[in-house]
């Protein structure tokens, strides 16, 4: 049977057909496809704005349709506040048991927004049995899920509110819904404040809906700091981790995705109690639409499908100079800064290597060039190292390899300041020549021309989401310090 797959979220909406994943923010170049706030809809901030639902709305009219195919679908609350009366009360009323659970009527298809998270991770995963753990700011009916080697779901959602408690803190400290990754940011800055502890505990055993709470307003921070908050929170994080998940552990394999296993201190963590640890690509509501897929085809046709990391779309472009990747590398290696476009783009909210902007990981003051003259973000922000697969152990202190920049790891070397975060870390990508070629063979010319396999890799942007189309890689270009664009097989310069 063919499948149709749309996630109805509140944020990030997108579609899948098998082959290409639409990311709707890559159109409509809306972070997380969520307007601004009215004063800075000129993109002049990345604050979003939650309570907006234009984009929302438009989505589901061009894509919530039904067709001759199966449409597979997710909703999250929020999501469907315009459109509930279009959904059979059997889809909104469904709380799975199992991890294969699901509800059917009328060539339409619908499993639970946690359920298509851990599926996602799951079958993508290789793995024959695995525990899968799905937590994320909010779903339909759930907030986290644990599903054990035999596929039963077990709900955690009072005890593990943790992308709840990110996002309030994420409002609370200035960096506004969906914000959490900012604040990650901080972590590395701050110490252990038992104050913030003893209030995250009292924030999570009392009253958890989708408001605002005034009462956080009375916490703290002008005494006790920004960065000790976000690093409590980051330990809070960990403890209730091992305190609720550890101990039901049932195999050796875990599968992680929802919003929160983009926090790579805690997917670090995970590999210390799991001999295997996977994370896709694109773990938060952006890959909603590929887990539905996924859920329909193994329960409808019997098939293990495995998305492609790189399933956007591939542009068409002819330049006037064809590029020399020695000469890119010797560049680099000389402290210019790449715009790096490539086939088609990833999955997911990290460049892995289609999508990216390439510096020198050697130089120490990298990363105040880059978040003041081209991401013009906040300069306490660090960027990761893209690694050649093979050498990742000599420069980083991990046991297996990452290659969707999904887990932060003690750096073992100082000849990579510019990648190393100050608390002596790197949100590590390892990559292979399996993965992308491409990607590899700069990296290695790099290599063969410094000694140092790796690159500084950040996403192609600039106050707006990844760059999809080559015309959005041109004007970035232009508007930006980047040095040279390479689009394709060809270079552009500035003249």
């Given at each position: ?448 021309i410094t000694g140092i396999p790796m690159l500084l890799n950040t996403s192609f942007n600039c ?33």
């Amino acid at each position: 049977m063919k499948i149709y797959s749309v996630a109805l979220n509140l944020h990030d909406q997108n579609t899948y057909d098998g082959v290409y994943h639409n990311q709707r923010e890559r159109h409509t170049r809306f972070k997380h496809n969520l307007p601004y706030y009215a004063d800075a809809y000129a993109h002049q901030s990345d604050i979003l704005n939650t309570n907006d639902y234009r984009l929302n709305k438009e989505f589901v009219k061009e894509y919530w349709k039904k067709k001759d195919d199966v449409l597979a679908f997710t909703w999250t609350q929020g999501g469907i506040r315009m459109m509930r009366d279009q959904i059979d009360k059997e889809f909104l009323d469904f709380t799975p048991k199992k991890l294969f659970d699901y509800v059917m009527k009328d060539n339409v298809y619908y499993i639970d927004h946690h359920q298509s998270h851990a599926t996602y991770a799951f079958l993508n995963s290789g793995f024959n049995i695995s525990d899968i753990v799905a937590i994320d700011g909010i779903g339909a009916k759930f907030r986290c899920i644990f599903v054990d080697k035999d596929k039963n779901i077990k709900d955690l959602s009072k005890e593990l509110p943790l992308g709840w408690l990110w996002n309030q803190m994420s409002k609370l400290t200035g960096f506004g819904s969906l914000g959490a990754s900012k604040l990650m940011g901080l972590v590395g800055y701050g110490s252990y404040n038992q104050y913030y502890y003893d209030v995250f505990e009292t924030i999570i055993s009392g009253d958890i809906k989708e408001k605002k709470y005034d009462i956080h307003n009375l916490i703290n921070i002008e005494k006790y700091g920004l960065e000790s908050l976000a690093f409590t929170l980051q330990k809070f994080t960990i403890d209730k981790i091992k305190e609720h998940i550890y101990p039901l552990k049932s195999c050796d394999n875990l599968c992680l995705a929802g919003g929160v296993a983009y926090n790579g201190y805690m997917n670090e963590e995970f590999t210390k109690h799991y001999n295997n640890v996977f994370i896709p690509p694109a773990v938060g509501d952006e890959g909603q639409a590929i887990g539905v897929y996924q859920h329909a085809d193994y329960v409808l046709n019997n098939n293990i499908h495995k998305s492609e990391t790189f399933a956007g779309t591939d542009y068409e472009y002819k330049g006037d100079e064809k590029v020399d990747y020695t000469e890119i590398a010797q560049s680099i290696a000389d402290g210019k800064i790449i715009g790096w476009f490539q086939g088609k783009s990833e999955s997911g909210n990290r460049a892995l290597g289609n999508r990216s902007i390439l510096a020198d990981p050697r130089n120490p003051k990298i990363k105040s060039i880059i978040n003041d003259t081209i991401k013009l973000r906040e300069d306490f922000r660090p960027f990761a190292p893209a690694v050649l697969e093979e050498h990742y152990k000599e420069y980083f202190d991990t046991n297996s390899p990452s290659p969707y920049m999904s887990r932060i790891c003690k750096v073992k070397t100082d000849k990579v300041p510019g990648i190393t975060h100050v608390d002596n870390t790197a949100r590590i990508q390892t990559v292979n020549k399996q993965f992308n070629e491409k990607f590899y063979n700069i990296i290695n010319e790099f290599y063969k021309i410094t000694g140092i396999p790796m690159l500084l890799n950040t996403s192609f942007n600039c106050q707006e989401p990844i760059v999809e189309t080559p015309e959005e890689a041109i004007r970035t270009f232009k508007k930006t310090s980047l040095d040279l664009l390479v689009i394709n097989d060809y270079v552009v310069r500035k003249w």
